[in-house]
């Protein structure tokens, strides 16, 4: 049965949902992200409808995901831990009021609580079967776009493609 309550949060886990998920290392740590250019056209789409905000467990890389999210995007990002995830969201923005898009075994129990729960294709066969939708589109490559898309459709009255 479909839920009528409309999610007032749109969280986003950055690594392995905006990212592709690889860290790329030189001799001196951690140097890159791979961002793709797909789901910032999402966020754009559905920014008016929900409030959005970041959340990553990567500490070293928090840097470089600052950098896309804060500076480039002008969204909030929030570093907390896998462990801490599910209470800091809860207590936060509360699971009931947020859909969240996640892709691993730590994102799977707040994928199953929140109020909507999306999945890129290639995240964890946890954070898969967890989910309300999983995307057709990958991490890194338009799944966050593909969620946004649903969201849009499913709450917010669909988009019209122009």
Same mark, same amino acid.
């Given at each position: 049965?479909? $839920? /009528? =309550?409309?999610?007032? !949060? @749109?969280?986003?886990?950055? /690594?392995?949902?905006? &990212? &592709?998920?690889?860290? @790329? !290392?030189s001799? *001196?740590?951690? *140097? !890159? =992200?791979?961002?793709?250019?797909?789901d910032n056209?999402g966020i =754009?789409l559905?920014?008016?409808?929900i =409030?959005i905000?970041?959340?990553?467990?990567?500490?070293?890389g928090?840097?470089?995901?600052?950098?896309?999210?804060v500076? /480039?995007?002008h969204? #909030? @990002?929030?570093l907390?831990?896998?462990? /801490?995830?599910?209470?800091y969201?809860?207590?936060?923005?509360g699971? *009931?009021q947020?859909a969240?898009?996640?892709?691993?075994?730590y994102?799977?129990?707040?994928?199953?609580? %929140?109020l %909507?729960?999306?999945?890129?294709?290639?995240?964890?066969v #946890?954070a898969? $079967?967890?989910a309300?939708?999983? &995307?057709d589109s990958k991490s890194?490559?338009?799944?966050?776009l593909d969620? %946004?898309?649903y @969201?849009i459709?499913?709450?917010?009255?669909?988009v #019209?493609?122009q």
């Open positions: 049965m479909m $839920n /009528d =309550k409309i999610p007032e !949060y @749109l969280i986003i886990d950055v /690594d392995g949902v905006m &990212t &592709t998920g690889q860290f @790329l !290392y001799v *001196e740590g951690k *140097e !890159y =992200k791979v961002f793709g250019p797909h056209d =754009k559905i920014r008016n409808h =409030k905000v970041f959340v990553t467990a990567d500490k070293r928090f840097p470089i995901s600052h950098k896309r999210i500076d /480039d995007m969204h #909030e @990002l929030f907390v831990s896998e462990g /801490d995830r599910l209470s969201i809860d207590s936060t923005f699971l *009931e947020s969240y898009i996640g892709d691993g075994f994102d799977a129990p707040i994928l199953k609580k %929140c %909507c729960g999306i999945a890129p294709s290639n995240a964890r #946890e898969r $079967n967890a309300d939708f999983v &995307t890194g490559e338009g799944a966050v969620a %946004c898309l @969201l459709n499913r709450y917010f009255g669909g #019209e493609i």
